[in-house]
């Protein structure tokens, strides 16, 4: 079992920034990638972005994302960063770390990863 936290959500204005962390504990070993999706209201859960978490760590982004956000590890302390900046009121939502362990066969992109996080609200105002 790998058991997620995550922090940092909040309100901002338009252009503004918010970094998200997500610190996982317990069979963190046994990870393949953590990642991080949002569910604005009335809408199905979204990929944002993912990082794979053994070797040089692959970045995935959403094209929504691309350019404005950037993830990063630290696997010292099995936490996953989400740097949010040129935030949009579009980007408010519910935003949920997640985490794939190494027998995952889905895709990166999909919400079927195996275990998650309890989310953090970001709300971006105009």
């Known amino acids: 079992q790998v058991q997620l936290v995550e922090s940092g959500g909040g309100l901002v204005q338009a252009g503004g920034s918010l970094r998200l962390s997500c610190a996982a504990s317990g069979r963190t070993f046994s990870m393949y990638a953590m990642g991080w999706f949002r569910q604005a209201p009335g809408k199905e859960r979204e990929f944002v972005s993912a990082?794979?978490?053994?070797?040089?760590?692959?970045?995935y982004y959403a094209d929504y994302v691309k350019g404005r956000f950037a993830i990063s590890r630290d696997n010292a302390k099995n936490t996953v960063y989400l740097q949010m900046n040129s935030l949009k009121p579009e980007d408010t939502a519910i935003y949920y770390c997640?985490?794939?362990?190494?027998?995952?066969?889905?895709?990166?992109?999909?919400?079927?990863?195996?275990?998650w996080g309890q989310g953090t609200q970001v709300t971006v105002s105009s």
């Open positions: 997640a985490a794939a362990n190494s027998y995952y066969s889905g895709s990166i992109y999909d919400p079927r990863y195996d275990y």
């Open positions: 990082v794979t978490w053994s070797g040089g760590g692959s970045t």
